[in-house]
């Protein structure tokens, strides 16, 4: 059964288009409002982030939600973590995030927490889908919700951040660049690494509505690197629009991603004893840190690319920790979904514990030269095209040639009309000469 209106993240798109129309959030608060209350009047969270569309679609949000008889507690900005913890705390039936995370301002969207401050389940989306597409009723007056402001919101995820690190943990003399987007971070994430002792130098955090990711965050890490060199920082850290991702920069002004960051907490967890099972990657984290885990016998699984994948993986498993080159890091033993500036933390206790540079602690782990190729469709199918004979022998050759030192993925893309070749291996002419093979190959059968 295909989804409506939900992506694997929500819903997003580009504001006034599609889904992204202040009628469309009214009807979709009225029935989300109508699924999650059903007949006992519950409350329903809503944050988001800095985006000027945001405005709009709380106001439309509320009207919804009002209309179908829930309460709801505004938060104002506050990063997509945050909603799914005060949701937790705050007792609510569910909480709502209005953001577009890394996109551009004039993208929008919205994402679903449940009362347990994880992400909806299949089955409630689907019937939040069928509501949807009903005439909208509006309960009695005397049964219409209520709308209310948490003014200490921000305080309340700070302090969480805060307790996600050993008591009395104090980053004293440690110097680092926070980059906020100028997203949902811009105030809380600064407050959080000073409170704990660092010295903090701010940069994307100051939001206008219109600035959100444009040349900052995770997405774009040239000023974090300028600023890291600039003022000598330890390190650098970029969140994106809703600080659910996570990138970093080393001492030397080089860029991490999620893989590298995913190695540091691993080791760190390893040595604790806090490691709980194998950790979980997707099909795109690099070769080189699972055979970089596998020499510290740390197991290592892959899901499909999409943090709802990891995390869905971790709780089957009873599992702690997983993450995706983008940056979205899960550290179920702190938190309930992917959270940038809890990750960060991780990382920067790791540094100050163990006394070495991010550069060391990353010593023994080789990331692997790396090709990713988009071919364009065009009216053929995707599916249909992976099918072909010719395309799956070449794809057993490339294995062949690759052995143990490489891998191969061809996967359809989710969003586009696009068969993605993503190939690596130690050796960078020999996936440069087997990704190029593989492109020819569908070329010719399209």
Known sequence: MTKKYFGTDGIRGRVGEGNITPEFFLKLGWAVGRVLNGNTRGKVLIGKDPRISGYMFESALEAGLVASGADI????????????????TLGAKAGIVISASHNPHYDNGIKFFSATGHKLADEIEYAIEKEVDKPLITVDSKHLGKAYRVEDAAGRYIEFCKSTV?????????????????GATYYIAPCVFEELGAEVIAIGNKPNGLNINKNVGSTCTDSLKKAVNEYRADLGIALDGDGDRLIMVDEQGQEMDGDKILYIIAKFRQQKNELKGSVIGTVMSNLGLEHALAA?????????????????????????LGGEPSGHIICRDRTSTGDGIVSALQVLTALKESKKSITELTADLKIYPQVLLNIKLGKANAKAVMKKKALLDAVVQAETNLADKGRVLLRPSGTEPLIRVMVEGQNQQQVNKEAYALEAVVKKLL
């Open 296 to 320: 510290s016998n740390i197991g290592f699984e892959r899901v499909n690319v999409g943090d709802r994948y990891i995390l869905a993986r971790l709780i089957e498993k009873d599992w702690s």
């Open 166 to 182: 050993p008591m009395n943990t104090s980053f004293k003399g440690m110097r680092i660049v926070v980059d906020c987007a100028h």
């Open 73 to 88: 507690l505004l938060l104002g900005p506050m990063p997509t973590p945050g909603v799914a913890y005060l949701t937790r």
